[in-house]
């Protein structure tokens, strides 16, 4: 069996010491964790994946997902926390979309990743 971890305790100063010079601070690993959390719940990631298609109204994102209104509402309040979604009223409707292209951007590279991995990825190897 292949082993996949260095056999050597040879430690690269100059390595890490440059990793550690553009390395995001303590509260930004916290925030783009937080960030990465909302879209590990399937509920709130199927929402952002059909608000990347269109803005839709409450009442059509649970049609859709075949969930109640209320469970809807209550992701994406957790989703606007997070300034991932953001809504507009028209009458008694509320609409949502994607805050901005970067969540369509992480959407998509995510969708693009795991086709990449269906494939064998770029070197076709599996650790």
Do not use: W
Request: glycine share 4%; proline share 1%.
């Amino acid at each position: 069996m292949k082993r996949y971890t260095c056999e050597t305790d040879e430690v690269h100063i100059d390595t890490i010491n440059s990793v550690k010079k553009d390395f995001p601070t303590q509260e930004k690993v916290e925030k783009l964790s937080t960030f990465f959390k909302m879209f590990s719940d399937e509920t709130r990631l199927k929402i952002l994946l059909a608000l990347s298609k269109k803005e839709l109204c409450v009442c059509d994102l649970a049609q859709f997902l075949s969930i109640s209104k209320s469970l809807v509402s209550h992701q994406l309040r957790k989703l606007r926390q997070e300034n991932l979604v953001k809504f507009r009223k028209d009458g008694k409707n509320v609409y949502y979309s994607l805050a901005d292209d970067h969540v369509k951007l992480a959407l998509e590279m995510g969708l693009e990743h795991i086709e990449e991995k269906k494939k064998g990825g770029q070197n076709g190897e599996e650790i």
